[in-house]
């Protein structure tokens, strides 16, 4: 007879459960089969008894592994489209015991383009999906898998995770990003790059471009001039009363797109006169500037006789 814990249960009685006689040196086997519900240590306790004979009772320890595969994906929660985000996949076989054929199946949503990854993939013509197969993982061994994925699309961007083996079953796992666009301005402040005499007019060019990978809505742009420069009132903006400040009209800038803004200042005291242009967009606590100088000079009339005439010799 046997008794069985409560996570062995019997699948089949014992093939011999009595035996007539036994004579000295003689065997006889007894196998029964079971089914482990969990893992751990368990005891199993039987008992042999024979007529004319005391009863023998005898323990045995009994240890029940399950095979465990651990999986874990790491990758960026946030990101921006344009930029590339390193996921990591982890598969750990925690377990003493090998897990055989290991089949491993990711899919990545359309708003993220997989360019590098670490160990070659499969790629299911069907629905774009890439698969692994590690035919045997040894117990505590662990197989890494990284790869590289450029955001394409704004919103939540998905990265499903099946993993299939024969021993330990299956199991899933999501990782999701979230996608976001962003403008991004720069501006530069251009002048005809020559000395200008007092009274004289000059030309300036402010360039705006948008690197980022959203549109730039309500982009306001604005000059700050010194008291040696005066603007030329015209279309396109506003000066300030004070006449050292000039609004542009608010305009959007798609991305990638450039925008300029041109405007004249005539000079009014000699010296080297710096213009400060700055950008900022609706929304945005950041305001970014950028100067550029022009050198006003006194030009001097040096008066000639009409009574001089010049010489020509050959």
């Not at 501006?187 to 200008?196: H, L, Q």
């Not at 040696?228 to 990638?256: C, H, R, W």
């Not at 700055?278 to 008066?303: C, D, L, P, R, Y």
């Given at each position: 007879?046997?008794?069985?814990p409560?996570?062995?249960?019997?699948?089949?009685?014992?093939?011999?459960?009595?035996?007539?006689?036994?004579?000295?040196?003689?065997?006889?086997?007894f196998q029964?089969?079971?089914?482990?519900?969990?893992?751990?240590?368990?005891?199993?306790?039987?008992?042999?008894?024979?007529?004319?004979?005391?009863?023998?009772?005898?323990?045995?320890?009994?240890?029940?592994?399950?095979?465990?595969?651990?999986i874990?994906?790491?990758?960026?929660?946030?990101?921006?489209?344009?930029?590339?985000?390193?996921?990591?996949?982890?598969?750990?076989?925690?377990s003493?015991?090998e897990?055989n054929?290991?089949?491993?199946?990711?899919?990545?949503?359309?708003?993220?383009?997989?360019?590098?990854?670490?160990?070659?993939?499969?790629?299911?013509?069907?629905?774009?999906?890439?698969?692994?197969?590690?035919?045997?993982?040894?117990g505590?061994?662990?197989?890494?898998?990284?790869?590289?994925?450029?955001?394409?699309?704004?919103?939540?961007?998905?990265?499903?995770?099946?993993?299939?083996?024969?021993e330990?079953?299956?199991?899933?796992?999501?990782?999701?990003?979230?996608?976001?666009?962003r403008?991004?301005?720069?501006i530069?402040?251009f002048?005809?790059?020559?000395?200008?005499?007092?009274?004289?007019?000059?030309?300036?060019?402010?360039?705006?471009?948008?690197?980022?990978?959203?549109?730039?809505?309500?982009?306001?742009v604005s000059?700050?001039?010194?008291?040696?420069l005066?603007?030329?009132n015209?279309?396109g903006?506003?000066?300030n009363?004070?006449g050292?400040?000039?609004?542009?009209d608010?305009?959007?800038?798609?991305?990638?797109a450039?925008?300029?803004?041109?405007?004249?200042?005539?000079?009014?005291?000699?010296?080297?006169?710096?213009?400060?242009?700055?950008?900022?967009?609706?929304g945005?606590?950041?305001t970014?500037?950028?100067?550029?100088s022009?050198?006003?000079?006194?030009?001097?009339?040096?008066?000639?006789?009409?009574?001089?005439?010049?010489e020509?010799?050959?």
């Amino acid at each position: 007879t046997s008794e069985l814990p409560d996570n062995i249960e019997k699948v089949s009685e014992p093939q011999k459960t009595l035996v007539r006689r036994l004579v000295p040196g003689q065997t006889a086997k007894f196998q029964l089969s079971s089914f482990a519900r969990t893992s751990g240590s368990s005891q199993i306790i039987y008992q042999v008894s024979a007529g004319g004979a005391d009863a023998q009772k005898g323990r045995k320890t009994l240890r029940v592994i399950r095979p465990e595969l651990a999986i874990q994906m790491l990758g960026p929660k946030q990101n921006y489209l344009g930029r590339d985000g390193i996921y990591r996949i982890e598969l750990e076989n925690s377990s003493d015991i090998e897990i055989n054929d290991v089949i491993v199946k990711l899919n990545v949503t359309r708003g993220l383009q997989v360019n590098t990854i670490s160990e070659q993939a499969k790629v299911d013509e069907n629905n774009g999906s890439l698969n692994w197969k590690f035919d045997r993982m040894e117990g505590q061994q662990k197989q890494i898998i990284q790869f590289r994925a450029k955001a394409t699309g704004e919103g939540i961007q998905a990265c499903d995770l099946n993993v299939v083996t024969r021993e330990a079953g299956s199991k899933q796992l999501s990782l999701r990003t979230e996608v976001n666009g962003r403008a991004d301005l720069s501006i530069r402040v251009f002048d005809a790059g020559e000395p200008v005499g007092i009274g004289s007019k000059s030309d300036f060019m402010i360039e705006v471009i948008n690197h980022g990978s959203r549109d730039a809505e309500q982009v306001a742009v604005s000059v700050d001039l010194p008291s040696g420069l005066m603007p030329v009132n015209q279309q396109g903006y506003t000066v300030n009363p004070s006449g050292n400040y000039i609004t542009f009209d608010e305009v959007n800038i798609k991305a990638g797109a450039k925008q300029n803004f041109s405007f004249k200042v005539v000079a009014s005291a000699e010296g080297e006169h710096v213009v400060r242009g700055t950008v900022s967009q609706q929304g945005s606590m950041q305001t970014i500037s950028s100067e550029n100088s022009i050198f006003v000079f006194e030009a001097e009339n040096t008066k000639v006789s009409d009574a001089l005439t010049p010489e020509f010799r050959r």
